[in-house]
T-cell receptor, first 114, second 114 residues
Framework: ETGVTQSPTHLIKTRGQQVTLRCSSQ?????VSWYQQALGQGPQFIFQ???????GRGNFPPRFSGLQFPNYSSELNVNALELDDSALYLC?????????????FGPGTRLTVT | AQSVTQPDIHITVSEGASLELRCNYS??????LFWYVQSPGQGLQLLLK??????LVQGIKGFEAEFKRSQSSFNLRKPSVHWSDAAEYFC????????????FGAGTILRVKS
């Protein structure tokens, strides 16, 4: 069974640029959630996708957007990068969105905005 | 609003000593509670979860946690700590609204001294 994978591992961008982060869900999972973890803080929920539709969103501006594909992989896009976007971005997959199923996390993408 | 408080930012224990990490939550409905562990540069690994039933739950790596509704707490314990337990520990509550998200505490960094 393949776990959750994320790419790239590390990324450095300049303020104002755009970035795309990728996530492959664990086999058999149809729900993906994205979290932002700033240094020294716990992860913060960005949004969740279930069957290619957004199924919940946290307190993040519209420049954070996402996609889920038919194979349940996912992308997180961030436009107009700001210095405060520097963080570890975690992807988590689960089987069903409507129940409190366990969320399995990937290793994360470390984004640095300069 | 839902929230999780982990009062201790850092805890240092001697190898072989017992451990208790504190977690308090605020949530209006029946809580679904989780403990995750994060090693440096890694994603989050689920240690244990509480959905319902027995208030003492067993997890992996010899960890257990006790749910106390009257105290809104879900403390993590281990009878004898190993040096490999040094990591950051996050308590989270599962929130069922427009999807299923996890609300995390700020984390507790565990140091183990030999």
């Amino acid at each position: 069974e393949t776990g959750v994978t994320q790419s790239p591992t590390h990324l450095i961008k300049t303020r104002g640029q755009q970035v795309t982060l990728r996530c492959s869900s664990q086999s058999g999972h149809n729900t993906v959630s994205w979290y932002q973890q700033a240094l020294g803080q716990g992860p913060q929920f960005i949004f969740q996708y279930y069957r290619e539709e957004e199924n919940g969103r946290g307190n993040f501006p519209p420049r954070f957007s996402g996609l889920q594909f038919p194979n349940y992989s996912s992308e997180l896009n961030v436009n107009a990068l700001e210095l405060d976007d520097s963080a570890l971005y975690l992807c988590a997959s689960s089987f069903v969105a409507g129940e409190n199923n366990e969320q399995y996390f990937g290793p994360g993408t470390r984004l640095t905005v300069t | 609003a839902q929230s999780v408080t982990q009062p201790d930012i850092h805890i240092t224990v001697s190898e072989g000593a017992s451990l208790e990490l504190r977690c308090n939550y605020s949530y209006g409905a029946t809580p679904y509670l989780f403990w995750y562990v994060q090693s440096p540069g890694q994603g989050l690994q689920l240690l244990l979860k509480y959905f319902s039933g027995d208030t003492l739950v067993q997890g992996i790596k010899g960890f257990e946690a006790e749910f106390k509704r009257s105290q809104s707490s879900f403390n993590l314990r281990k009878p004898s700590v190993h040096w490999s337990d040094a990591a950051e520990y996050f308590c989270a509550v599962g929130v069922m609204e427009y999807g299923n998200k996890l609300v995390f505490g700020a984390g507790t960094i565990l140091r183990v001294k030999s």
